[in-house]
């Protein structure tokens, strides 16, 4: 199968993930990353998303670190994923980090950031961030409004 390309590798990620197999979805993501296939972004989100269903933050950290060395560190779709969630696990200065590396930020990295910092309580560079964001001429959406609300 992994010798069929990553597309077919990210169905059964999916598959997997869909029917909660978290701890499948890890396994197959090491076969796929010792046979030398080429991940892509949604390989990476798949077993991010099985690595907060398992709470293995270790797991996911390593997920950002491959996915960096695989050229996907300027992905929003999959950045916009890894600030979730490594802001999720507390990792609030590697999150930054994945942000700073995007060249292009659309309204979705950018909320990830601020609602990141709403839910470890760093409020006040959550209101930096929205400031930031207001600067760069992003329009603000409903979820910037209520992650601000929160805070």
Known sequence: MLDRGIGLCNAML????RNERYVETLDLYRRVMSSGVRIDSFTCTFVLKACTGLSDVESGRGIVRDAVENGLSDDRF???WAISFLMKF???DEARIVFERLSC???VCWNS???GYVSVGSFD????MFSKMRGSGIRLITV???SLIQA
């Open 78 to 80: 999959f950045g916009s």
């Open 113 to 115: 950031m601020i609602g």
């Open 105 to 107: 930020r659309d309204v």
């Open 14 to 17: 999916g598959g997997y993930l």
């Open 125 to 128: 560079m959550a209101f930096d």
């Open 144 to 146: 910037t409004v209520v």
């Open 90 to 92: 507390g990792n609030v």
